[in-house]
């Protein structure tokens, strides 16, 4: 027996797919898909989540100076002259960064290494460079989903029946997060 299904695909196209739908699941909490996909995703994503969950609080918080620019009323970086040049005034500020202790740092880059990059883009802003967020979904497992599924040792997901497909007949499931 097979210890994972093939899905009709050659590997490339099938860990392709897998991962799309893995990141596509973590960030929107449920997917349409068919039985066989959602049985493969179920995998990879409990196992992403449980990632989380055990390395949720293993972190440590630094202090460290940062250099920000300072802006004036209107939000714009403040310039002057040195030298005869117009350069950035920087002002030095504290602030506390999570650094992740290296378990917790492995663990995000076994996320990194199943998840795509998802970037956010606002209705009202759609069209703008400026206006693209890229969303960061290891710190949405870190965060959300740790605390929501910390009490519970697996289980993290759903499966649910809906019909089947009217051009192959294929299964259709919902595969969402509890």
Do not use: W
């Not at 899905?7 to 799309?20: E, H, N």
């Not at 055990?54 to 002057?80: H, L, P, S, Y």
């Not at 040049?85 to 500020?93: A, G, I, L, P, R």
């Not at 290891?138 to 289980?155: M, S, V, W």
Request: hydrophobic share 35%; net charge positive.
């Amino acid at each position: 027996m097979a210890q994972y299904r093939k899905l009709g695909k050659k590997s490339d196209q099938r860990k392709a797919l897998l991962r799309s739908q893995v990141t596509q699941l973590i960030y929107h909490g449920k997917i349409k898909t068919t039985e066989a996909r959602a049985k493969e995703v179920r995998k990879i994503a409990e196992h992403l989540i449980t990632l989380g969950v055990k390395e949720k609080d293993n972190f440590t918080e630094v202090k460290v100076q940062a250099k920000v620019a300072r802006k004036d009323k209107d939000g714009k970086r403040v310039k002057e002259v040195v030298d005869g040049k117009k350069v950035t005034v920087y002002d030095t500020e504290e602030k506390t960064v999570k650094k992740d202790m290296p378990s917790r740092l492995h663990a995000r880059r076994e996320m990194l290494k199943v998840l795509y990059p998802v970037s956010e883009i606002p209705e009202d802003a759609e069209g703008k460079k400026k206006a693209i967020k890229k969303v960061d979904l290891t710190e949405k497992l870190f965060g959300e989903y740790a605390t929501k599924y910390a009490g519970r040792k697996g289980g993290y997901t759903r499966i649910v029946k809906i019909a089947q497909r009217k051009g192959d007949g294929a299964l259709e499931v919902i595969l969402e997060l509890v």
